[in-house]
């Protein structure tokens, strides 16, 4: 018997994606993605230029409002 996920999950095959403030911190593979293709967790600083590229996969992150312009 298979369980259904209240949150669909997909798989890690986007290059690129947009994310937004509630997605941060950003790390990648992103909690939506399928465990099974998925590489060890990174976290990513997209806040300080508004895109960040993930070493692993290669998968490009855009902040929706661009860089914060934290220094945290």
Not at 9 to 26: F, G, H, K, M, Y
Request: aromatic content about 6%.
């Amino acid at each position: 018997m298979r369980t259904k996920l209240t949150t669909p999950q997909q798989e890690n095959r986007a290059r690129q994606i947009e994310v937004t403030a509630a997605d941060l911190p950003l790390h990648c593979p992103m909690p939506s993605m399928l465990l099974w293709n998925a590489h060890p967790r990174v976290f990513l600083p997209v806040e300080k230029t508004g895109e960040a590229l993930c070493p692993y996969c290669g998968t490009k992150y855009t902040l929706k409002d661009g860089a914060t312009g934290s220094g945290h």
